[in-house]
């Protein structure tokens, strides 16, 4: 009998920041969307979803992936995008729980912000988080 390999899942990414430094933009840019347009005063506030193929990933990238000469084995990421207003801190928190691998966005213009600290202090006392930053000119 022949056994099929356990499935692998996809990665979560979660994208994490203060407010209006760009996390749904770059979500954006990823997937070829414009969902920031739709929001309420343009401003994420909810949880969001998107799995993101490994097809894409690897356009997007273009020959980055290809110099890596990296075998690739996962359908692709899940990326989770957090609100970064205030208000939100447990939204923050249960999006940095779910993430194998966090991605925290910077406006490059305003630096660290509440949100932005906050990102990194949580995500530094799970201790199991890869931080990644993303500098953003917005």
């Given at each position: 009998m022949t056994q099929n390999p356990p499935a692998i899942r996809s990665p979560v990414c979660t994208?994490?920041?203060?407010?209006?430094?760009?996390?749904?933009?770059?979500?954006?840019?990823?997937?070829?969307?414009?969902?920031?347009?739709?929001?309420?005063?343009?401003?994420?506030?909810?949880?969001?979803?998107?799995?993101?193929?490994?097809?894409t990933i690897k356009k997007r990238c273009g020959g980055l992936l290809e110099n890596l000469k990296m075998q690739f084995t996962i359908p692709g990421l899940l990326f989770i995008d957090t609100p970064g207003h205030a208000a939100f801190t447990n939204l923050r928190k249960r999006g940095g729980n779910l993430a194998d691998i966090a991605v925290i966005v910077i406006d490059m213009n305003e630096g660290f912000r509440p949100q932005t600290l906050e990102a990194l202090r949580f995500l530094n006392s799970t201790k199991r988080h890869l931080s990644l930053l993303q500098i953003s000119l917005i």
């Open positions: 994208c994490l920041g203060h407010v209006d430094h760009g996390k749904s933009s770059l979500l954006d840019a990823i997937r070829g969307t414009s969902i920031t347009a739709t929001e309420a005063g343009g401003i994420t506030q909810a949880i969001g979803a998107s799995i993101i193929p490994l097809a």
